[in-house]
């Protein structure tokens, strides 16, 4: 089997990792390795367009309407007489 090392990791992600395995009762590197797994086998899951997008927004911009409000005055249509 081969070894795998992975450096700088955060700590709050190696906290996470380690609650993860302690509740999965499993040692650190198993659940590791089950997290890696997984995450190699499970398809990511579709998302439609308009739901992308409507997650790029912050939350204060949501809405059911989008409304862009423009600061910048328009000049008049051009008159050909």
Not at 62 to 78: A, I, T, W
Request: hydrophobic fraction near 35%; aromatic fraction near 6%; charged fraction near 35%.
């Amino acid at each position: 089997m081969a070894d795998l090392l992975v450096r700088d990791i955060s700590p709050e992600l190696e906290r996470r990792i380690k609650e993860r395995a302690s509740q999965n009762k499993r040692s650190l590197s198993a659940e590791a390795k089950d997290l890696l797994r997984r995450g190699l086998i499970e398809p990511e899951p579709q998302q439609k367009m308009g739901t992308f997008l409507y997650g790029l927004l912050d939350e204060r911009y949501r809405g059911d309407d989008l409304v862009f409000e423009r600061n910048d005055l328009v000049s008049p249509p051009p008159n050909f007489e």
